[in-house]
């Protein structure tokens, strides 16, 4: 019977580093809400690029209207100078559309002065959010990379201790082996309390002589009348 369950608390040490992988597996953090904080950040970058591009296109425009201003004011200054307008009243009327094109000149230059200084703000800003993006996003394929690597090496050694048990439990009889299965299935991977000192190994209550003489007679299986476990004493 010594035999039996130090073949079978050998199979438990194998469980529980199973056990234990496993758990680690389960555990691991796939990264989701890392994820969704780049995408945050992503969406802030892009923000602050749009509104960037916003007032370079506002800016680029009203430099064009600018121009066609001044085009237009233009034409009709040639055309006042070219001693072709007879009428008084014809030459009031263009010399006050020149004044008039003049006062929308003037706002358009205020609006494109603001618009310069509005521009150098959002570079700041959009250059500060794009680096902010990219400290994010390397950090986040540093995670992932950790995170593929555990994975990897966790599933290893799951896939290893798989075969192990396998190995092990054959070693087991299939009695024994049954309801040691159905404790664990109740109460636990530790389903064996190996006996330390007076001691179940499983849920630390204390044994009576009696039981502890059992195990050390190994004629047959004696269970924890407190917790169930199969006890096991090592031999020395």
């Given at each position: 019977?010594?035999?039996?369950?130090?073949?079978?608390?050998?199979?438990?040490?194998?469980?529980?580093?199973?056990?234990?992988?496993?758990?680690?597996?389960?555990?691991?953090?796939?990264?989701?809400?890392?994820?969704?904080?780049?995408?945050?950040?992503?969406?802030?970058?892009?923000?602050?690029?749009?509104?960037?591009?916003?007032?370079?296109?506002?800016?680029?425009?009203?430099?064009?209207?600018?121009?066609?201003?001044e085009e237009k004011k233009k034409q009709i200054q040639d055309k006042m100078y070219s001693g072709?307008?007879?009428?008084?009243?014809?030459?009031?009327?263009?010399?006050?559309?020149?004044?008039?094109?003049?006062?929308?000149?003037?706002?358009?230059?205020?609006?494109?002065?603001?618009?310069?200084?509005?521009?150098?703000?959002?570079?700041?800003?959009?250059?500060?959010?794009?680096?902010?993006?990219?400290?994010?996003?390397?950090?986040?394929?540093?995670?992932?990379?950790?995170?593929?690597?555990?994975?990897?090496?966790?599933?290893?050694?799951?896939?290893?201790?798989?075969?192990?048990?396998?190995?092990?439990?054959?070693?087991?009889?299939?009695?024994?082996?049954?309801?040691?299965?159905?404790?664990?299935?109740?109460?636990?991977?530790?389903?064996?309390?190996k006996i330390e000192g007076s001691q179940c190994g499983g849920c630390r209550t204390g044994l009576?002589?009696?039981?502890?003489?059992?195990?050390?007679?190994?004629?047959?299986?004696?269970?924890?009348?407190?917790?169930?476990?199969?006890?096991?004493?090592?031999?020395?």
């Amino acid at each position: 019977m010594s035999e039996q369950l130090k073949a079978l608390y050998q199979l438990q040490l194998i469980d529980l580093d199973l056990d234990k992988n496993k758990k680690a597996k389960a555990a691991l953090d796939d990264g989701s809400a890392k994820k969704q904080q780049v995408e945050r950040i992503r969406a802030q970058a892009a923000e602050a690029d749009r509104l960037l591009n916003e007032a370079i296109t506002e800016q680029r425009d009203k430099e064009l209207n600018v121009n066609a201003i001044e085009e237009k004011k233009k034409q009709i200054q040639d055309k006042m100078y070219s001693g072709k307008v007879g009428s008084p009243k014809e030459l009031q009327n263009m010399q006050e559309e020149v004044a008039m094109l003049d006062r929308q000149r003037g706002k358009l230059e205020e609006r494109i002065l603001e618009l310069m200084d509005i521009i150098e703000e959002r570079k700041t800003v959009a250059a500060k959010a794009a680096e902010i993006l990219k400290q994010s996003e390397e950090k986040l394929d540093a995670y992932l990379a950790k995170l593929a690597e555990n994975n990897r090496i966790l599933t290893k050694n799951i896939e290893i201790l798989s075969h192990r048990r396998e190995s092990a439990a054959s070693h087991v009889d299939a009695g024994l082996l049954k309801r040691y299965e159905s404790l664990q299935s109740r109460i636990g991977v530790l389903a064996v309390g190996k006996i330390e000192g007076s001691q179940c190994g499983g849920c630390r209550t204390g044994l009576t002589p009696y039981q502890i003489r059992q195990a050390e007679l190994d004629k047959e299986i004696v269970s924890c009348e407190n917790c169930g476990r199969i006890l096991y004493k090592e031999k020395h």
